[in-house]
């Protein structure tokens, strides 16, 4: 359930997760010198017109964490659904027995009640 409410998320990076990059040419914009390498692996730059220092973030969506992880957007609603039905399937299979338990119980109850012989006491 977390997933379909993680998915396809905008990630804002805080400023201790910034890569800090400068192009090794001077006449070269950071859009330029890390456009080929952000098309492979992704993430987002924060001033992709600037010549020094380039600020870098390396995700941009929850999507490619989600995916490092392991874990598939393109199912997230249906793997919901599969969470939702085996809850509930637990939860009636719990109530259902403890409903037996309890009406067993109580037949036990009553047989034993049938069986006891009850002595009064004998007026002198």
Not at 69 to 87: D, F, K, Q, S
Request: some cysteine; glycine content about 4%; hydrophobic content about 40%.
């Amino acid at each position: 359930m977390v997933l379909a409410g993680l998915a396809n998320a905008h990630i804002e990076c805080s400023d201790i997760e910034i890569v800090h990059i400068d192009p090794p040419f001077s006449n070269s914009t950071c859009i330029n010198y890390l456009g080929p390498f952000m098309r492979y692996a992704g993430g987002v730059l924060r001033n992709p017109t600037a010549s020094t220092d380039c600020l870098y973030c390396p995700v941009d969506q929850t999507n490619q964490l989600l995916q490092q992880l392991g874990l598939e957007t393109e199912h997230a609603w249906r793997n919901a659904a599969y969470m939702v039905v085996y809850i509930v399937f637990n939860t009636l299979a719990i109530f259902f027995h403890l409903l037996g338990c309890k009406n067993a119980k109580s037949q036990q109850e009553m047989n034993s009640a049938r069986t006891t012989k009850l002595r009064l006491p004998i007026p002198q």
